[in-house]
């Protein structure tokens, strides 16, 4: 008899469920898939180049040649491409060969950045881990997987973005606090720090490193929101976003166009 797999929740389920619930309705309650947007697999392709490097490294401690990471990089965003993307109205008016070029001029940009500036840094000891942490007494489990974490007990979250972060965005990170909770049960041990690695696309694309720490009580507010999360699921009643959030927008969420909560007629801030 084939036992069923408890649902779970991970970091980006629960971000979206605080953001906007109706968007997590429709992407994990009614299964309504969209298409994943430039950004997102161009940082899916670094992601892949830096993945084929560090797995190798756990056994060799070398980084693999520059352009080794590059050519992996690239791969990995063109093998994310052929799955499907979306574009958003100001990519459509631009073409997709030209959005979809530029992209890889910039996963070739920031994987050479990160294979220079980043790499030699970590000497990995787990690389893109997955873990369940089981929750007896709740509906949900919580899982994850942990980008990278090193022989000195640092987690490390690694972005792609268009412009640089602010410390705030580290140390209130969903994802790193839950990278806490799953470093401490695969390993037994709390990270020594968590680190965000943000590959910045500017004119002059650059490296930024925000360290930051996480506690028991962190832990602890992490659980009570996975709890009022879990209720909110049982219950089937998700409040959308509040009018006039940044990520309330047809750049930004690709259930925009048919969402019941918005007037198109009025078209948001910045878009």
Known sequence: MTTAIKPHLSPTQLDMIAKCGEQYRRRY???????????????????????TNFRQKIETHSDLPVSDVV???VAGFEAELAGGY?????????????????????VVTLAELAAEEMCPEYQ??????????????????????????????????????????????????????????????????????????????TKTPKRQTLVTTRSESDLSALAARIDAASRIIKAGVFMPATPGAWWCGPKWCGYWATCPFVNRGRAPQGD
């Open 29 to 51: 309650v009614e299964q309504e898939r969209r298409p994943p947007g430039i950004a997102m697999l161009r940082g899916t392709g670094v992601h892949r180049g830096l993945e």
């Open 71 to 73: 050519e992996a990089a």
């Open 86 to 106: 979306e574009l958003n109205v100001d990519e459509e008016s631009r073409g997709a060969g030209v959005v979809i070029g530029e992209a890889k001029d910039v």
């Open 124 to 201: 990995p000891v787990l690389v893109e881990q997955p873990v369940r942490i089981e929750l007896p007494n709740n509906t949900h489990d919580l899982y994850g997987v942990i980008d990278l974490a090193d022989d000195r007990g640092r987690v490390v979250d690694t972005k792609t973005a268009a412009k640089s972060k602010k410390q705030d965005d580290a140390d209130s990170s969903m994802q790193l606090t839950t990278y806490t909770a799953l470093h401490k049960v695969a390993t037994g041990e709390f990270p020594t720090e968590l680190r965000m690695e943000v590959l910045v696309s």
